[in-house]
T-cell receptor, first 107, second 115 residues
Framework: AQRVTQPEKLLSVFKGAPVELKCNYSYSGSPELFWYVQYSRQRLQLLLRHISRESIKGFTADLNKGETSFHLKKPFAQEEDSAMYYCALYTGNQFYFGTGTSLTVIP | NAGVTQTPKFQVLKTGQSMTLQCAQDMNHNSMYWYRQDPGMGLRLIYYSASEGTTDKGEVPNGYNVSRLNKREFSLRLESAAPSQTSVYFC??????????????FGPGTRLTVL
């Protein structure tokens, strides 16, 4: 069963525009959610996690348990944000990743 | 610290051949993972090892075996490679000691092509 859904495979926005990458999850327990990012020719790396309630590189994500969502947002996209973004759910022993969203920021 | 290292970086196999992908981490992490990354499929967990001496199946274990050799090393073996196993393979590790520490650290990946 798909535990993490990222409905957009590709997303393009203009530089300076707001961006939102959607993530929905399915899990009966208390979720731990993460966003990972893979820049071109780099390793997959953690961007942020809901438990920390942090803003990294201008990105934020709020866990909405009612809507079972963990959307990633940034008010003003930059060219360097172009990358592959994965939403991930940790269930206590393993991680489940979404299929990813490829974000392109158009200059 | 090198973090998570993987060898080889690239490999081409013929159908039916066998090979082992190596992974090592120097962060003293308890948990290690093997994923495959395919276009449109994201990352899918093949096997994981929650701690030294234990291994468990993930979402797509068929056709693979693993060995947690010690705390540092976690290898993935393809006994009889098939074209469907053409993919990019990532190893990862995590401390797995509590909620705030479940970040995974990934290796650079191994690009495997099975002809």
């Amino acid at each position: 069963a798909q535990r993490v859904t990222q409905p957009e495979k590709l997303l393009s926005v203009f530089k300076g525009a707001p961006v939102e990458l959607k993530c929905n999850y399915s899990y009966s327990g208390s979720p731990e959610l993460f966003w990972y990012v893979q820049y071109s020719r780099q390793r997959l790396q953690l961007l942020l996690r809901h438990i920390s309630r942090e803003s990294i590189k201008g990105f934020t994500a709020d866990l909405n348990k009612g809507e079972t969502s963990f959307h990633l947002k940034k008010p003003f996209a930059q060219e360097e944000d172009s990358a592959m973004y994965y939403c991930a759910l940790y269930t206590g022993n393993q991680f489940y990743f979404g299929t990813g969203t490829s974000l392109t920021v158009i200059p | 610290n090198a973090g998570v290292t993987q060898t080889p970086k690239f490999q081409v196999l013929k159908t039916g051949q066998s090979m082992t992908l190596q992974c090592a981490q120097d962060m003293n992490h308890n948990s290690m993972y093997w994923y495959r990354q395919d276009p449109g499929m994201g990352l899918r967990l093949i096997y994981y090892s929650a701690s030294e001496g234990t291994t468990d199946k993930g979402e797509v274990p068929n056709g693979y075996n693993v060995s947690r050799l010690n705390k540092r090393e976690f290898s993935l073996r393809l006994e009889s490679a098939a074209p469907s196993q053409t993919s990019v393979y990532f190893c990862a590790s995590s401390e797995a000691s509590g909620v705030a520490y479940n970040e995974q650290f990934f290796g650079p990946g191994t690009r495997l092509t099975v002809l």
